[in-house]
């Protein structure tokens, strides 16, 4: 559920008209409604409130200070994968006791960052990073917490590129291998290996995949337990899909019942790193139309926004639903489009085949919908192109939360 609604032909956001603020910010911009994301939040934190757990939003998904801003004041911690990201959830305000760094290339920098910081657990990839770990600890005199994350390969039927437990997987250890380091765990003198992490992969839309890998996990820490070995913390990691197109995925509380009473038998305390379900749905890409274009073969919209400025489609063919801003027209006289943006690449396509108005023109305003989640985050300087501005709605108020970037913020990291 959003707030981004039609009201007699015009969309809002919220209690705004989207078309307003094109008056205001020049496009392309993403729109975020503040009040759809602390609904998501406060959703999301009700569906697991028997048994409270820390929730440390997935900064990749969108880590825009205000949006970091709105998720601290609601009492979620943050995963964090870089050292950039660890920097902004304080900055932001985030307790590091609620920060988990995850990742399957961390620096020593980074590390050393996060440890002498005292994060609540470093989720660790490989064999050789727990090593280092080790040895950072021992310089700084400190210990620190981490899970391994573990890779129960299995398929969590989602587009490949974004799928991160099949057998064959960059992330995480074997289950063997993972058995034989927690069996041997005193060999890392300052490690206290508490915990065991599995992120599956994003954008799940079924819950089997969640129970299958979940009912591996809890088979593994049933052997463990037999050498004595218990784990305080389970991370299951985020991954809950969201409806772009007509995806029917597993409700929260559904989601949530199944997880809670699998984490319960693994570990004493639940940690959850969602960033789609939360952010996705709040946040949509406002474009304007430069051109219409007929070829032979093919009717064109050519917009301002394209694969610089929202990646998924180019990079994973994924589906975001687009309308119009102000629709006039009745859906009889529609026409089949291709929307895409000025890079120079034929891949920048942001929507294939879609029905629009024939009338529509050139000024017109587009919305690209469920573009809060890997939207900003994911979009780059290609071309020469500026990133876009951000703004963010509450109630009947709008505010720019980020300008977009001018020609002097590219050049400036230039030497000559
Ligand atoms: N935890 C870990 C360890 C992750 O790698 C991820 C996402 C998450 C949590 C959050 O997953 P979510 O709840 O958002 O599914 N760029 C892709 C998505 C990549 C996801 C990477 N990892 C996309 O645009 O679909």
Do not use: W
């Amino acid at each position: 559920m959003h707030y981004f609604n039609y009201k007699r032909g015009e969309l809002f956001a919220e209690e705004v008209k989207v078309k307003d603020i094109a008056k205001k910010v020049p496009t392309p911009f993403y729109l975020y409604s503040k009040n759809t994301l602390i609904r998501h939040i406060r959703a999301f934190k009700s569906a697991f409130k028997e048994i409270n757990p820390i929730i440390c939003f997935a900064l990749k998904s969108n880590s825009n200070f205000e949006i970091l801003k709105i998720l601290r004041n609601e009492g979620f911690g943050a995963d964090c994968v870089s050292l950039f990201e660890m920097k902004k959830a304080i900055e932001a305000g985030f307790h590091p006791e609620k920060i988990v760094f995850n990742g399957n290339g961390k620096t020593e920098e980074e590390l050393e960052f996060a440890i002498k910081l005292g994060i609540l657990m470093i989720n660790a990839d490989n064999e050789e990073e727990l090593e280092l770990i080790d040895k950072i600890c021992k310089k700084l005199k400190k210990r620190i917490k981490v899970s391994l994350r573990v890779n129960p390969e299995i398929d969590p039927k989602t587009h490949p590129h974004i799928a991160t437990s099949l057998r064959e997987s960059k992330f995480g250890f074997d289950l063997k291998k993972a058995f034989s380091i927690y069996r041997n765990a005193s060999r890392f003198k300052f490690l206290e290996l508490k915990g065991v992490h599995i992120h599956i992969g994003s954008q799940i839309t079924d819950i089997s995949p969640f129970k299958e890998a979940l009912t591996k996990v809890f088979d593994f820490t049933t052997k463990l337990r037999k050498y004595g070995i218990r784990f305080e913390y389970f991370n299951a990691g985020g991954g809950l899909g969201i409806v772009y197109k007509k995806e029917i995925p597993p409700n929260l509380k559904e989601y949530a019942k199944v997880i809670m009473s699998y984490s319960r038998k693994i570990a004493d305390k639940l940690i959850l790193e969602p960033g789609r379900v939360i952010v996705g749905n709040a946040g949509i890409l406002i474009t304007k139309i430069l051109y219409i274009k007929k070829s032979s073969c093919k009717k064109f919209i050519v917009v301002d926004a394209g694969m610089h400025g929202l990646l998924r489609p180019a990079l994973y063919g994924a589906y975001h639903e687009v309308r119009l801003v102000s629709s006039r027209q009745k859906a009889e006289s529609r026409e089949k489009f291709d929307i895409v943006g000025p890079i120079c690449e034929s891949g920048d396509v942001l929507a294939k085949e879609r029905f629009l108005p024939g009338n529509i023109k050139s000024g017109d305003l587009l919305a690209i919908f469920s573009a809060g989640a890997y939207g900003y985050v994911m979009s780059s300087n290609y071309n020469l192109r500026p990133l876009p501005a951000e703004v963010i709605v509450d109630g009947n108020r709008f505010k720019l939360i980020r300008r977009a970037q001018n020609y002097r913020d590219l050049r400036r990291l230039e030497v000559d």
